[in-house]
């Protein structure tokens, strides 16, 4: 096996499940040094598993819908390790699936405090560690999404995340700093450990989501959902340095989907 991050310190946001625990494992495996973040509690039992494989995992809980939980984790992080080498953002996802005409205001303000501000407060609290270095690698996960059928708001988001993305690689690229991010379609993954609507779904409300699952297939040339490791593989490529001459770009990982 490859040795891509020895030594290297990887902030991974959302890493209690899905996509983020198996960027996490895999990223362990090359040797890399972990900081696992999640609001919740499970991200713990993965940092513990991660260390009985011999792999150096912190695991740090904390809401980074907010600055100050973002803040609180990059300095935690730096202070562990001296140095963050690689940041990688996976919270958000869709809460509702429904025309958008349906969304309430709140709805609509949650759907983009959960799928953008976790990246762009994170983003802004690793900054000043990585400039001081002049040196450090952002992948941000966003989707295929931003066009899509059933999710306007979380769509909107995600499309915030691209341009954060190319706009901090545009920006900080002179300081050593790659900015990238991968656009995952539908992925397949165990059921998740915390819902993100714990709401009672009708008919209608199952046939909006149904007709949500349908345009994902039919968009991708594949007519599949990925896997982990499908998503996972090119999230560390980005981070890793074979990508060296890579920044700025959003990489559709849906089986020909673009978004």
Known sequence: MSARFTGKVLVITGAAQGIGKRVAELAGAEGARLVLVDIADYVQGVAGELRDRGIEALALQADLETWEGAESVMARAHQEYGRIDVLINNVGGTIWAQPFEHYQPEQIQKEIQRSLFPTLWCCRAVLPYMVAQQQGAI????????????????????????????????????QGIRVNATAPGGTEAPPRLTPRNTEAQGEREQGWYQTLIAQTNDSSFMHRYGTLDEQAEPILFLASDAASYITGTILPVAGGDQG
């Open 139 to 174: 992948v941000n996960v966003s989707s295929v999404a931003t066009r899509g059928l059933m999710r306007v708001p979380y769509g909107a988001a995600k499309a915030g995340v691209n341009g954060l993305t190319v706009n901090l690689a545009f920006e900080y690229a002179e």
